[in-house]
């Protein structure tokens, strides 16, 4: 506010120092998150991931390399094993990602429990000298009991970061990967009184397959009304806990009041955390706490801050979401307080933005890179929360329909494995451009959560393309950031070749050798 001082707020992420040196990040992690007794009869993996980097980041150690040498061609050998005994073994090349070496549940002997077992991760490398390297790191192995019969279980692929699930209806099925995607939604004026918007949803053809209600919950007898009638719609459920996340007593009476619900697919904690006076730990004991009671779904939670004590509060979370709401706001000055915004100083609804697109996709990356720095970037994953509200406060246009896929396609282009947009109801654009996406996505998260995938990034003259190519086929996603039209030269793209099939237009177009963007348009095509 105007009467307040400026105090600089602290909290930056510390930036890794760079060394002349270079080191080894030598990382490991299982490829699923839980497994089950289910699982005891397929192969098991452990992740391994050998990078080779000259910033002094988290398990990083340093390494002696002859000059000039093809890293590729330097195998270290692995070891992983559990109280000394060897669960998997395998050759590594230096510099490698996502190198899963393949164990047995059953032959390793391990028994279902609640506690995750402590893996230890060692790594030998001979050096020019003949000498000896060794590196050694850990992680944590889940490896629980059946659920009660009629439960759920939602777990996450490590390789790629998605969430893997059956039906939400509690009928019998695989487990399937799941892109989620649709919006937080209003309670007690909207859902709570109105239990036909769950029909409309799946009268879209499951496309918004999950609901996030937002709380508070007062009438738990609506509340459960709500839930039923999302499970007869097939319909996951993402239950928020932002207002008693750090009350212990009432986060137990929750999560055992949903936890046996067979279409919980998460829980979500704080809510903007970091831009409350929320105690940096609160969201930690809230994800041991939940974890202690379930362990069967993952917790996630949004931040409101570019750069604020993040480690303190992502510790806490296995998704962590953003919500960068740069459109029809002034990012300079606060039409709310009446101040400038610094990064000392001010609230202008987007924090540390500059009024652009690109604030979006800044936020994306710098949230991977910490999260790589901190050595969590296989077991933790990023979400986006789009803008699909305006006429309020510091925002005074609504996004248009493109836009709010526009928004939503350059998070997942740079990272994103949910969607879930603030707020419905929403304006019948947004909500009809939301549907054309998400309809896309059944197709296209075959290549976005595939573990196969090769992925690639090209911005051009603010056109962002994403490129995830599984087999012989590639996804093209890309989004037009140009309040313009704008073309995109497919000859730019190696590969690609044979049928092009269209999965999403809300604003581009194939033609002759190119796609064609609108201003702020998006779209999708498969070739091969």
């Given at each position: 506010?105007?009467?307040?001082?400026?105090?600089?707020?602290?909290?930056?992420?510390?930036?890794?120092?760079?060394?002349?040196?270079?080191?080894?990040?030598?990382?490991?992690?299982?490829?699923?998150?839980?497994?089950?007794?289910?699982?005891?009869?397929?192969?098991?993996?452990?992740?391994?991931?050998?990078?080779?980097?000259?910033?002094?980041?988290?398990?990083?150690?340093?390494?002696?390399?002859?000059?000039?040498?093809?890293?590729?061609?330097?195998?270290?050998?692995?070891?992983?094993?559990?109280?000394?005994?060897?669960?998997?073994?395998?050759?590594?090349?230096?510099?490698?990602?996502?190198?899963?070496?393949?164990?047995?549940?059953?032959?390793?002997?391990?028994?279902?429990?609640?506690?995750?077992?402590?893996?230890?991760?060692?790594?030998?490398?001979?050096?020019?000298?003949?000498?000896?390297?060794?590196?050694?790191?850990?992680?944590?192995?889940?490896?629980?009991?059946?659920?009660?019969?009629?439960?759920?279980?939602?777990?996450?692929?490590?390789?790629?970061?998605?969430?893997?699930?059956?039906?939400?209806?509690?009928?019998?099925?695989?487990?399937?990967?799941?892109?989620?995607?649709?919006?937080?939604?209003?309670?007690?004026?909207?859902?709570?009184?109105?239990?036909?918007?769950?029909?409309?949803?799946?009268?879209?053809?499951?496309?918004?397959?999950?609901?996030?209600?937002?709380?508070?919950?007062?009438?738990?007898?609506?509340?459960?009304?709500?839930?039923?009638?999302?499970?007869?719609?097939?319909?996951?459920?993402?239950?928020?806990?932002?207002?008693?996340?750090?009350?212990?007593?009432?986060?137990?009476?929750?999560?055992?009041?949903?936890?046996?619900?067979?279409n919980l697919l998460l829980w979500y904690t704080g809510d903007e955390p970091d831009g409350t006076s929320d105690p940096l730990n609160a969201t930690s004991n809230a994800y041991d706490l939940i974890y202690s009671l379930?362990?069967?779904?993952?917790?996630?939670?949004?931040?409101?801050?570019?750069?604020?004590?993040?480690?303190?509060?992502?510790?806490?979370?296995?998704?962590?979401?953003?919500?960068?709401?740069?459109?029809?706001?002034?990012?300079?000055?606060?039409?709310?307080?009446?101040?400038?915004?610094?990064?000392?100083?001010?609230?202008?609804?987007?924090?540390?933005?500059?009024?652009?697109?690109?604030?979006?996709?800044?936020?994306?990356?710098?949230?991977?890179?910490?999260?790589?720095?901190?050595?969590?970037?296989?077991?933790?994953?990023?979400?986006?929360?789009?803008?699909?509200?305006?006429?309020?406060?510091?925002?005074?246009?609504?996004?248009?329909?493109?836009?709010?896929?526009?928004?939503?396609?350059?998070?997942?282009?740079?990272?994103?494995?949910?969607?879930?947009?603030?707020?419905?109801?929403?304006?019948?654009?947004?909500?009809?451009?939301?549907?054309?996406?998400?309809?896309?996505?059944?197709?296209?998260?075959?290549?976005?959560?595939?573990?196969?995938?090769?992925?690639?990034?090209?911005?051009?003259?603010?056109?962002?393309?994403?490129?995830?190519?599984?087999?012989?086929?590639?996804?093209?996603?890309?989004?037009?950031?140009?309040?313009?039209?704008?073309?995109?030269?497919?000859?730019?793209?190696?590969?690609?070749?044979?049928?092009?099939?269209?999965?999403?237009?809300?604003?581009?177009?194939?033609?002759?050798?190119?796609?064609?963007?609108?201003?702020?348009?998006?779209?999708?095509?498969?070739?091969?």
């Amino acid at each position: 506010m105007a009467s307040s001082p400026i105090v600089p707020p602290g909290g930056q992420f510390p930036i890794p120092a760079t060394l002349s040196t270079p080191l080894l990040a030598f990382r490991c992690a299982p490829a699923i998150r839980p497994y089950l007794p289910e699982d005891v009869s397929s192969p098991a993996g452990i992740i391994i991931d050998t990078p080779i980097t000259q910033n002094d980041i988290a398990d990083a150690s340093s390494i002696s390399l002859p000059a000039h040498a093809d890293l590729t061609l330097i195998p270290l050998v692995v070891t992983v094993s559990l109280n000394g005994h060897t669960l998997a073994e395998g050759l590594v090349p230096l510099n490698a990602s996502k190198v899963e070496l393949p164990f047995s549940l059953k032959s390793a002997g391990l028994k279902p429990q609640t506690e995750a077992y402590n893996l230890s991760c060692t790594a030998s490398f001979s050096t020019l000298t003949g000498k000896t390297q060794k590196f050694t790191t850990s992680t944590m192995l889940s490896f629980l009991p059946d659920p009660p019969p009629g439960r759920s279980v939602t777990k996450m692929d490590l390789r790629t970061g998605a969430l893997m699930a059956k039906p939400a209806n509690g009928a019998k099925g695989d487990y399937e990967t799941v892109f989620p995607i649709g919006f937080y939604t209003s309670f007690g004026d909207y859902l709570a009184t109105n239990l036909s918007v769950l029909n409309d949803l799946k009268a879209r053809g499951h496309v918004f397959h999950k609901v996030h209600p937002i709380p508070t919950f007062d009438n738990l007898t609506a509340l459960e009304e709500v839930l039923d009638r999302m499970e007869e719609q097939g319909l996951y459920l993402m239950y928020d806990m932002r207002w008693t996340y750090m009350n212990s007593t009432a986060v137990t009476e929750e999560v055992n009041r949903i936890k046996n619900r067979p279409n919980l697919l998460l829980w979500y904690t704080g809510d903007e955390p970091d831009g409350t006076s929320d105690p940096l730990n609160a969201t930690s004991n809230a994800y041991d706490l939940i974890y202690s009671l379930d362990g069967y779904h993952p917790v996630s939670l949004v931040l409101n801050c570019e750069n604020y004590f993040f480690t303190q509060y992502t510790a806490g979370t296995d998704i962590v979401m953003q919500d960068t709401y740069m459109i029809g706001n002034n990012v300079t000055f606060s039409s709310q307080w009446g101040t400038p915004c610094t990064l000392d100083y001010g609230d202008c609804g987007c924090d540390n933005c500059k009024g652009v697109f690109e604030d979006i996709s800044t936020r994306m990356d710098e949230f991977a890179q910490r999260l790589w720095d901190n050595g969590w970037d296989r077991t933790k994953a990023i979400w986006a929360a789009p803008q699909a509200f305006g006429d309020d406060t510091y925002w005074k246009v609504v996004p248009t329909g493109q836009e709010y896929v526009l928004q939503s396609v350059l998070a997942i282009n740079h990272g994103g494995l949910g969607v879930f947009g603030w707020d419905d109801p929403t304006t019948d654009d947004i909500k009809a451009s939301a549907t054309l996406l998400a309809q896309a996505l059944l197709t296209m998260k075959d290549f976005i959560l595939s573990p196969a995938a090769s992925f690639n990034l090209i911005i051009q003259d603010r056109i962002h393309v994403g490129l995830w190519t599984v087999g012989l086929k590639t996804l093209l996603l890309g989004t037009n950031l140009n309040n313009a039209s704008a073309t995109f030269d497919l000859a730019d793209v190696h590969g690609l070749g044979g049928k092009v099939t269209q999965v999403l237009d809300t604003g581009a177009k194939l033609s002759k050798g190119s796609v064609v963007f609108e201003s702020v348009g998006s779209g999708g095509f498969v070739f091969g």
